[in-house]
C-alpha cells in the first residue's frame, strides 16, 4: 500500500461548527505533514509529526487542532474557523523526518460559510 | 523575492515538448523536486535530483539543473493533453529540515 488517504473528499462547515479531518497511510513512514493550499497558490506547511510527536508548527492559529493518535493516523481539529481557511487540506508522509520524498494525499475541500 | 520562481504558464500543441523553467535562491539547497498537480487533486512527485547532479532523465520526463545559476528545468517529450497540471518546482535543504519550498506553480495548457 503506497497510499496516502484523506477523508473527507469534501467538507463545508459553518463558523461555528466543530470537524475534523482525517489522513492515513500504511507505509510505515515515520513523519507526516499538514499542509494548506489556497487556489492558484502552492502549499503551505502547517504542521509536521514526526514519531507520532509534533516537531513544527508554523504558527498556525490554535482554531486548527492537530493530533496524531498513532503512527498510521493524522488528524486535523477545526473548530472556530474563518471564511478565510477555505482552501484544500493536503496531508503528506515520509519514510523519515527530512526524507528526500514526501507522499500526498488527494486533499480535503473546505469551504467555511 | 521569492525563494523559488516560476512563470506562471505555458501552453504548448500536443506532440511537442514542454520546458517548465525555475529559478531558487538557497545555494544549499539539496534536494530538486518536480511535482504535479491535476485539478482537484493532491500532489504527486514526479521526479527530484540531487543538487550535486546535473541532469536525470525518467522516461519523457529530463531535469537538467545549473547549480551555479540555481535554475532548474523540466523537460517533458511528446507533450499529451494528460500532461496538462500544474507543475511545482520545489527545494529543500538540511537548514530547513528538508521541508519542501514550493515555486508558485506553472499551469501547463495543452492543447491539440
Known amino acids: 500500500d503506497t497510499e496516502v488517504t484523506q477523508t473527507p473528499k469534501h467538507l463545508v462547515m459553518g463558523m461555528t461548527n466543530k470537524k475534523s479531518l482525517k489522513c492515513e497511510q500504511h507505509m510505515g513512514h515515520r513523519a507526516m505533514y499538514w499542509y494548506k493550499q489556497k487556489a492558484k497558490k502552492p502549499p503551505e506547511l502547517m504542521f509536521v509529526?514526526?514519531?507520532?510527536?509534533?516537531?513544527i508548527n508554523e504558527s498556525v492559529p490554535s482554531r486548527f487542532s492537530p493530533e496524531c493518535p498513532n503512527s498510521s493516523l493524522l488528524n486535523l481539529h477545526l473548530h472556530a474557523l474563518q471564511p478565510e481557511d477555505s482552501a484544500l487540506y493536503l496531508c503528506a508522509s515520509s519514510q523519515d523526518p527530512g526524507d528526500d520524498e514526501q507522499f500526498f494525499g488527494p486533499g480535503t475541500r473546505l469551504t467555511v460559510l | 523575492g521569492e525563494d523559488v520562481e516560476q512563470s506562471l504558464f505555458l501552453s504548448v500543441r500536443e506532440g511537442d515538448s514542454s520546458v517548465i523553467n525555475c529559478t531558487y535562491t538557497d545555494s544549499s539547497s539539496t534536494y530538486l523536486y518536480w511535482y504535479k498537480q491535476e485539478p482537484g487533486a493532491g500532489l504527486q512527485l514526479l521526479t527530484y535530483i540531487f543538487s550535486n547532479m546535473d541532469m536525470k532523465q525518467d522516461q519523457r520526463l529530463t531535469v537538467l539543473l545549473n547549480k551555479k545559476d540555481k535554475h532548474l528545468s523540466l523537460r517533458i517529450a511528446d507533450t499529451q493533453t494528460g500532461d496538462s497540471a500544474i507543475y511545482f518546482c520545489?527545494?529543500?535543504?538540511?537548514?530547513?529540515?528538508?521541508?519542501?519550498?514550493f515555486g508558485r506553480g506553472t499551469s501547463l495548457i495543452v492543447h491539440p
Open positions: 509529526y514526526s514519531y507520532e510527536k509534533l516537531s
Open positions: 520545489a527545494e529543500s535543504s538540511s537548514g530547513g529540515s528538508y521541508i519542501p519550498t
